[in-house]
């Protein structure tokens, strides 16, 4: 139909609100999966590979989510973006202690979590904006598959200058 252009994210929001819930809820539920899961991912793979991880999930789940025009499909992209999304709590406390010590593990924890609140913030403006000016969410998955990509190349710098000071110690 000439919905089908839009993707099945809105064709789910528009006409089916109790399969919309559904989905809220399925991704709550990934969510906690994820923070289990990932809780048992970071004590096998550790800090680093643990964030890489949790990027390539995320940056391949909004990928996917440019392709999803079947519900079953949609479903399985909320699994691993709530999946994900859960496992970066997990993951981000242990890392601040890693990288930066305990001596002032609260407030640089805060600090992350100002990272957190400004894209929980604005990635909907932006996503917002796509849609509006393109009738569709394609650039904002886009993007964040971009920023995804991102984040591991900035994961990798981190990770070796974090190598750095510690031989320097």
């Given at each position: 139909g000439p919905d089908r252009r839009f993707g099945v994210h809105i064709q789910v929001a528009r006409r089916h609100r109790?399969?919309?819930a559904l989905c809220v809820s399925i991704m709550t539920l990934a969510?906690?999966?994820g923070r289990i899961g990932f809780g048992f991912i970071y004590d096998i793979l550790k800090g680093w590979k643990s964030l890489i991880l949790l990027m390539v999930i995320?940056?391949?789940?909004?990928?996917m989510l440019t392709q999803a025009t079947t519900l079953p499909f949609f479903i399985v992209c909320v699994v691993l973006v709530g999946f994900s999304f859960g496992g970066l709590l997990v993951v981000f406390a242990p890392m601040v202690r890693m990288i930066f010590g305990s001596r002032f593990y609260n407030r640089n924890y805060g600090l992350i979590?100002?990272?957190y609140g400004i894209g929980a913030f604005v990635?909907?403006?932006i996503s917002a904006y796509f849609y509006d000016t393109t009738g569709q969410y394609t650039l904002g998955f886009i993007g964040s598959a971009i920023l995804a990509v991102a984040a591991i190349v900035l994961i990798v710098i981190a990770q070796k200058m974090a190598g750095k000071m510690e031989n320097a110690q």
């Open positions: 109790k399969a919309a969510n906690m999966c995320n940056g391949v789940s909004m990928l979590f100002i990272g990635g909907p403006k």
